[in-house]
């Protein structure tokens, strides 16, 4: 007879993660909001991103969201080619839709 052990591991999210794969646009302290990314996944929280240059945890970056507009954010942490990112301000429902609708087109 075997016997497993299951560990239920608690998220720390609170919100649920939507999946999306959609092109935006980025700048940080006094750059115009030129570098591109890709949103990887969102909440109205904040965002998963694919970028091309090296973001540094802690770093307030201007992220410009489709059909949204600008959002401020803050860089909770980055590695490699992506970055995760705490909205100064949490997406309204509306706009959460409209972003997932988007990335699912």
Known sequence: MFSTEVTVVES???DVRLPVDLRARYG??????????????VTKRGAR?????????????????PMSGAVRARVM????FEAGCKFHTPLGESELD???KLGHA
């Not at 694919?50 to 410009?64: A, F, G, Q, W």
């Not at 942490?77 to 490699?80: E, G, L, T, V």
Request: hydrophobic share 40%.
């Open 28 to 41: 940080s302290a006094g750059s115009p909001t030129r570098a591109l990314c890709r949103i990887l996944d």
């Open 77 to 80: 942490w980055a590695n490699d």
């Open 12 to 14: 720390r999210r609170q």
């Open 98 to 100: 409209t972003i997932f």
């Open 49 to 65: 991103l694919r970028v091309y240059c090296d973001l540094e945890p802690n770093t307030t970056i201007t992220l410009v969201l």
